[in-house]
């Protein structure tokens, strides 16, 4: 079993739309969690962090954390076809600042105008 | 704009070549990783560096070694590359604490 699983979709919803991505974990070590979006032929970039349970919003964007259910969630609102991409999810595990990141596989994103 | 130069976009090499990928960051990072990505698996650790040559075996390592004589340096070799490590091949950098990875554009190899 993967410690971290994400549906990899793909999923397509319409330009407005509100998206939810989601990834759930198996490992309670995992502290700090991230949003990666990577678009088509480029490296990933970050997008969202945070380390604890609860909601962080930054703009259209909110990172949601349960960790007492394992499950965090990245949410779009207002959605536009720029949002069209590859999100991942990461998470770390505190290692006395030599941690590595563990990916999800990533879900595929459509926005369509 | 701080940044992950990889030295290579697209690179074709045939079976049994040795083969160099080479990453460069202008962050003053401590730590560096190389990934290799394909679909439906996802982001997979081959290696990763603390500090000036350290290096640490990821989840993947077989088939790949890796050099970091300067801190701002890290190169991926394939000893003798195979069709199997047809793959895009992503280097990171980051500091040593936990404001996530810088990537680069990644590598397209194709290994013929």
């Known amino acids: 079993q993967k410690e971290v699983e994400q549906d990899p979709g793909p999923l397509s919803v319409p330009e407005g739309a509100i998206v939810s991505l989601n990834c759930t974990y198996s490992n309670s070590a995992f502290q700090y969690f991230m949003w990666y979006r990577q678009y088509s032929r480029k490296g990933p970039e970050l997008l969202m962090y945070t380390y604890s349970s609860g909601n962080k919003e930054d703009g259209r964007f909110t990172a949601q954390v349960d960790k007492s259910s394992k499950y965090i969630s990245l949410f779009i609102r207002d959605s536009q076809p720029s949002d069209s991409a590859t999100y991942l999810c990461?998470?770390?595990?505190?290692?006395?600042?030599?941690?590595?990141?563990?990916f999800g596989t990533g879900t595929r994103l459509t926005i369509i105008p | 704009d701080v940044k992950v130069t990889q030295s290579s976009r697209y690179l074709v090499k045939r079976t049994g070549e040795k083969v160099f990928l080479e990453c460069v960051q202008d962050?003053?990072?401590?730590?560096m990783f190389w990934y290799r990505q394909d679909p439906g698996l996802g982001l997979r650790l081959i290696y990763f560096?603390?500090?000036?040559?350290?290096?640490e075996k990821g989840d993947i390592p077989e088939g790949y070694s890796v050099s970091r004589e300067k801190k701002e340096r890290f190169s991926l070799i394939l000893e003798s590359a195979s069709t199997n490590q047809t793959s895009m091949y992503l280097c990171a950098s980051s500091p040593r604490d936990r404001d996530g990875y810088t990537f680069g554009s990644g590598t397209r190899l194709t290994v013929v």
């Open positions: 990461a998470m770390v595990k505190p290692n006395f600042g030599n941690e590595k990141l563990t």
């Open positions: 962050m003053d990072h401590e730590n």
């Open positions: 560096s603390y500090d000036v040559k350290m290096k």
